[in-house]
């Protein structure tokens, strides 16, 4: 089955600039979604077909994509941010896959 | 702004059938502008898409658990329902259903998940 891989964790100082990246084989063909998830609570979409933020998510969010590699950056981490990040994409056949997700600790 | 709800049983025995609904609020399913998901997560874990179904009843799910799952839509309720039969330990998640925004594109579309319920604990008991 088709499987997306990203990096278990992250750290990083307040300030700092946070990358999390997602990896798989159709990425060169599929957009990614990414999806932000503090403790205990739902999953809130936070980047949208690579690089496209949804309204009310802050600036400091981006999305880039390089071949079979996509990449979520957070550039002047905060707190708040302090989460897990799962990417999201599809198979071949339409089936929508998730990483496994990677927990940032600022 | 739209809001989902899931409700249904916490606790399910194994070999059992698992059932939950989706509620609506602040859109219309028979807008038919979206599909509406479930998807699970197992603590600790990744996410898990289980399948979606359109407002015309029209659905998809994943080959890992098609064979014992079936999602079905109530317009009238404004309510899209869950059902996973045979259910053991491995089913033990939170399964939270998740409105699918849609971009048409030539004879495609993309789709993410752009709401979601706050989710449900799910438990199966031996």
């Known amino acids: 089955s088709y499987e997306l891989t990203q990096s278990r964790s992250v750290s990083v100082s307040p300030g700092q600039t946070a990358r999390i990246t997602c990896s798989g084989d159709e990425l060169a063909k599929e957009y990614v979604y990414w999806y932000q998830q503090k403790a205990g609570q739902a999953p809130l979409l936070v980047m949208y077909k690579d690089s496209q933020r949804p309204s009310g998510i802050p600036e400091r969010f981006s999305g880039s994509s390089s071949g079979t590699t996509v990449t979520l950056t957070i550039s002047g981490v905060q707190a708040e941010d302090e989460a897990d990040y799962s990417c999201?994409?599809?198979?071949?056949?339409?089936?929508?896959?998730f990483g496994p997700g990677t927990k940032v600790t600022v | 702004q739209v809001q989902l709800q899931e409700s249904g049983p916490g606790l399910v025995k194994a070999s059992q059938t698992l059932s939950l609904t989706c509620s609506v609020s602040?859109?219309?399913?028979?807008?038919?502008?979206?599909?509406w998901n479930w998807i699970r997560q197992p603590a600790e874990k990744g996410l898990e898409w289980i399948g979606r179904i359109s407002y015309s009843g029209r659905t998809h799910y994943n080959p890992s658990l098609e064979s014992r799952v079936t999602i079905s839509v109530d317009t009238s309720r404004n309510q899209f329902s869950l059902q996973l039969t045979s259910v053991t330990a491995a089913d033990t998640a939170t399964y939270y259903c998740a409105r699918g925004a849609i971009e048409s594109y030539g004879s495609g579309s993309y789709s993410w998940f752009d709401s979601w319920g706050q989710g449900t604990q799910v438990t199966v008991s031996s």
């Open positions: 999201q994409s599809r198979d071949s056949s339409g089936t929508f896959v």
């Open positions: 602040g859109d219309s399913i028979s807008s038919g502008l979206d599909y």
